[in-house]
């Protein structure tokens, strides 16, 4: 069974840095596009980056030049790196895989979901 699992989360002050892992068990990413969400307490899931089978990237303008998503090969974790980090970066962080590929922010596509790993960012 296909489990995609995050790791990383913590709590930081505004302007620190965190790097978010998701790992995959029965799954290999080289097919999927991958992406990571986040969400608050009644709030949707909103796409935060996302990155195809080839290495081209979108993000959120909320976190463009704050936040790197990377993924080596298929065997490597998806990684989310997150710099200069703000209270409104707050919240609980998602790693999705979607197929067909489109490297959505959008949820809609996206099947494989992790659990989550929570991030706090105070200020």
């Known amino acids: 069974q296909v489990q995609l699992k995050e790791s990383g989360g913590a709590s930081v002050q505004a302007g620190g840095s965190l790097r978010l892992s998701c790992e995959a068990s029965?799954?290999?990413?080289?097919?999927?596009?991958m992406a990571w969400f986040r969400q608050t307490p009644g709030n949707e899931r909103e796409g935060v980056a996302a990155?195809?089978?080839?290495?081209?990237?979108i993000y959120a303008d909320s976190v463009k030049g704050r936040f790197t998503v990377s993924r080596n090969n298929a065997n490597d974790p998806l990684y989310l790196e997150m710099d200069n980090l703000k209270p409104e970066d707050t919240g609980m962080y998602y790693c999705?895989?979607?197929?067909?590929?489109?490297?959505?922010?959008?949820?809609?596509?996206?099947?494989?979901w992790g659990q989550g790993t929570q991030v706090t960012v105070s200020s």
């Open positions: 999705a895989a979607e197929w067909p590929c489109t490297a959505s922010l959008d949820t809609g596509g996206y099947y494989y």
């Open positions: 029965e799954f290999s990413f080289s097919s999927y596009c």
């Open positions: 990155i195809d089978s080839d290495g081209t990237t």
